[in-house]
Each structure stands twice: as structure tokens, then as C-alpha cells.
């Protein structure tokens, strides 16, 4: 998934040195050219030397990919402007945590000018901004690739567009891991950490994932190794989401990935929250792990979309598989929904689980009881059974393929020998009874 941004223009400007032998720069987002006209006979239109520019960006893009993909500082900093000393940290500090990432296979996908260059006189530098959209993965963990846009502010001289370097580089809204300044990664096998904050906090989310992993692993039968991105700040996790802050209210973490229709997930990001998290007693972040790595696993392991009334209540049925609570307790908001609104009459439906609605708890409550509704009268393992045939297992016609809910319906036949209407009842009998305990 992934978002476009609009990169904030520089503020216009153009002017002629008042030393013949220097070079003057012009800003692209002007729009006139502030050369005497004494000179303006002399300027290059924008289309005069587009296609040369066009070219020159794509080598310079192409060679600092290639320079990312191999850890070579020198080849990574030599197409910046000269004397930039806070664009070179930036971008040192960048390539340290893409390395340590072990980001591999970078490769530019695109590169379209976002902004064309004002006229400009030969000798006079110009500066216009483009967007670079490229694909990496990284070694161990991802088995696609995962998309990334940067927009670039560059400048050159229409008489030398060869020599255009980069003045400027920031994401295009929508940031990666190695963007987060002060950037710690852990690694193991099964598990890659990449967090900002205490040794502790980072020594917790690697312990945490791992035994995530084992838990989940034991209902699915494997655990996808997981990439956990733990930002600083809610508002960095947002934008590592492609989301608003205010979506994520109550989210404490969330399973982030492209999807291809027919194929597995092969690039999630696992992303901490970290306010809701914080807030969480330590069970409850190892349920919060255990349900996003449950996500990961089977996304990663399956071709098709669930309903979410599926999804999420397995996530959370293997997420508290190993906690010790009264039912009652886990699903309060169920339950108070239940008392205020009577029972729900059918399964939970997609715009229930949207946060911003404010009853999520709601939904997973609701979902919870369904998925143990079906581990308690056919086990867990038939379970499984089911989802792994709603996710891409069982052979569907066509006309039905693109459907989760009837997909899911066809899944529940074939696999549990029943129906929809049945498990909606057995549901409600199971909430009456938690209504009545209660």
C-alpha cells in the first residue's frame, strides 16, 4: 500500500550573481523568470532540455539505488550538493539504518517530474522536484518486494544537465523505518526489530515477538519471521501507516503490507502504537503481538480475503489462547453493547472493525466469541481447517471467488458441515449465557 504526498515548495527566487564568475541558482517554483531582459533571449525554455534532465535524474537515481543496495557511503552521497553538511548527515544517517536493515534488490520502479523548471539562462542553476518511486526487500524477511515514493528537490544547469545533483530528499508523505531518526535494529531469525527509544523498550518488543512467534506457531503450525517497527510517537507510526493519527485511537499495533490478488503477503510491517501500547499491561501486549503476528502469518501463507468477522476473531482466538481470564472480561464491550442494544443478529460486518467508529472492541469482542464458538464445538485445528479453505484452499467458481462472505459460507459447509445460520445462533446462545452470568 502506498500513499502519495505533495512536497511543500521552496520558496521562489531567482536572481543573477552580482560576481560574474559565479553561478546563480534559480528556484523552479517561481513563476517568472526575474532576469533582466536584457538576457531573457538567452534563457532555455523548460521543454528545450526536458528530455535531458529527465535522463539525468534517472542515472542519479539509479546510481544511489544501486549504492543503497550495496552499503556504499562514498557512491550514496556523491550525487548531493556540494557543502550541504545537514543533508549529507541525514543521508549518512539514512544509509547506516538501511544497512543495518539489510535492505536488498533496490530498484527504481519510476521517476516523474512533480514540478518543471523555470526558463533559466545557461550559467544559472535551476531547481525543480520530482518523485522516485523504488522497491526493496529485506534479506531474511520479505519475499516481495515493498514500495517506497521520495521526493527529491534537484538542481542543475540547463547546459549541463549531467551534473544535477540533490539539494533536498524526504519521503513523499509516507515514510519507511530507516526515516526514524535515532533508528535501533535488532535480529534474529524469526524476528526483526526496528525500534526508537530505550535499550528496554527495544529489548521488550524483540523478547515479546519471539514468543509471539511460538504461541502462534502452535495453532497455525508456523510463524511468518516479522519485521516490528516501533516508533517514537503515535504520529510517527500514522504516517508509517499511511494513516492519521486520529484513525489509530485505541490501536496499539497493526499489520501493514502490499497485496497482490492470488499471491501471499510477502513485505508486512508489523507497527507498534506506541501510546496504546504503553498503556497495556504486559499480557495484554504480548495478546496485541501474538493477534499481529497471527495476521502476518496467515496473510503470508494464504491467497484470499476473509471476512473480517474471521480474520480478526482468529487473530484475537490465538492472540488470548494463553490467557487467563474470564471470558466475560475479554469481551466486556461486547457484552455492554449486547445489554444496550440487545443481540446482534448477524455476524460482525467490515465497517464495524474501521476505528475511527469507536467500536472496535465491539467487533473483536463480537468476532472472539465467534471463533471460539467454532473451537469449542469442532476444535481448533478444524478451525484452521476452515480458514485455510476460505483464505484460498477450497476451489471456488469464479462468480463467487471475489466474494469473502460467501466464500467463507462455502468454507463453512465444506469443512464444518454447516451453515451461517447455525453459527449465528450458536453465537447468540453463547452471549445470552455471559449475559446471564453477568
Do not use: N
Amino acid at each position: 500500500m502506498v500513499a502519495s504526498g505533495v512536497l511543500v515548495a521552496t520558496a521562489a527566487a531567482c536572481s543573477l550573481s552580482p560576481d560574474p564568475g559565479a553561478v546563480a541558482t534559480t528556484r523552479a517554483t517561481s513563476p517568472t523568470s526575474a532576469v533582466a531582459s536584457d538576457t531573457a533571449a538567452a534563457e532555455v525554455a523548460p521543454d528545450a532540455w526536458a528530455g535531458a534532465r529527465a535522463r539525468a535524474v534517472q542515472a542519479v537515481a539509479e546510481r544511489r539505488a544501486a549504492a543503497a543496495g550495496r552499503g556504499d557511503r562514498a557512491a550514496w552521497l556523491a550525487d548531493l550538493e556540494a557543502g550541504d553538511a545537514g543533508l549529507r548527515a541525514s543521508q549518512t544517517a539514512i544509509l547506516r539504518s538501511m544497512v543495518a536493515m539489510r535492505a536488498r534488490d533496490v530498484t527504481v520502479a519510476a521517476v516523474r517530474e512533480r514540478s518543471a523548471p523555470v526558463p533559466a539562462a545557461r550559467g544559472t542553476k535551476v531547481d525543480w522536484d520530482v518523485r522516485v518511486t523504488s522497491t526493496y526487500r529485506l534479506e531474511g524477511f520479505d519475499t516481495a518486494p515493498r514500495t517506497f515514493d521520495l521526493d527529491l528537490t534537484v538542481r542543475a544547469d540547463p547546459a549541463d544537465p549531467a551534473a544535477v545533483t540533490v539539494v533536498a530528499s524526504r519521503p513523499a508523505d509516507r515514510p519507511q523505518p530507516w526515516d526514524l531518526a535515532g533508528l535501533v535494529v535488532r535480529r534474529t531469525d524469526r524476528a526483526l526489530v526496528l525500534a526508537v527509544g530505550s535499550a528496554g523498550r527495544v529489548a521488550e518488543v524483540q523478547r515479546r515477538a519471539v514468543a509471539a512467534g511460538a504461541r502462534v506457531a502452535a495453532v497455525w503450525g508456523r510463524s511468518r519471521p516479522a519485521v516490528w517497527v516501533a516508533p517514537a510517537t503515535d504520529a510517527d507510526a500514522a504516517r508509517l501507516l499511511g494513516r492519521q493519527a486520529g484513525d489509530l485511537e485505541g490501536v496499539a499495533a497493526a499489520t501493514d503490507g502490499p497485496l497482490v490478488a492470488g499471491s501471499p503477503a510477502g513485505a508486512d510491517r508489523i507497527v507498534v502504537v506506541p501510546g496504546p501500547w504503553d498503556s497495556l499491561q504486559p499480557a495484554g501486549r504480548d495478546v496485541v503481538m501474538t493477534h499481529e503476528l497471527t495476521h502476518a502469518t496467515v496473510r503470508s501463507s494464504t491467497t484470499r480475503p476473509v471476512p473480517l468477522w474471521l480474520s480478526e476473531g482468529f487473530a484475537e482466538l490465538v492472540g488470548y489462547r494463553a490467557v487467563d481470564l474470564p471470558e466475560a472480561t475479554v469481551v466486556a464491550p461486547a457484552l455492554d453493547a449486547a445489554r444496550t442494544d440487545g443481540l446482534p443478529q448477524g455476524l460482525p460486518a467490515a465497517p464495524a472493525f474501521d476505528p475511527v467508529t469507536g467500536r472496535l472492541p465491539v467487533a473483536y469482542g463480537e468476532s472472539l466469541l465467534v471463533l471460539r464458538t467454532l473451537a469449542d464445538r469442532y476444535g481448533t485445528a478444524a478451525v484452521v481447517r476452515f480458514y485455510r479453505a476460505a483464505a484460498g484452499g477450497l476451489s471456488v467458481p469464479a462468480d463467487v471467488a471475489g466474494d469473502p462472505d460467501a466464500v467463507a459460507d462455502r468454507a463453512l459447509r465444506a469443512e464444518l458441515g454447516t451453515d451461517r445460520a447455525a453459527l449465528v445462533r450458536w453465537w447468540q446462545a453463547r452471549l445470552r449465557t455471559l449475559l446471564r452470568q453477568g
